[in-house]
């Protein structure tokens, strides 16, 4: 049985794949609650 090639990161394509699913969906996220607190931001104080 042969063994799957793996990248120079050491991850085979089925766990690059996943693993780029879930960076997208953190990341996501995190421009999310980044743009909710400039938005927040900017309504407390606009010249700030």
Known sequence: MAEPTRSLS?????EA????AQF???FSAFVVIAV???????AW????
């Not at 050491?10 to 089925?14: H, R, S, V």
């Not at 794949?17 to 780029?20: A, K, N, S």
């Not at 104080?45 to 700030?48: E, R, S």
């Open 10 to 14: 050491g991850l085979t394509e089925q």
């Open 24 to 26: 997208k969906t953190t």
């Open 45 to 48: 104080k606009p010249w700030f």
């Open 36 to 42: 909710l607190a400039h938005v927040l931001v900017w």
């Open 17 to 20: 794949v996943e693993f780029h």
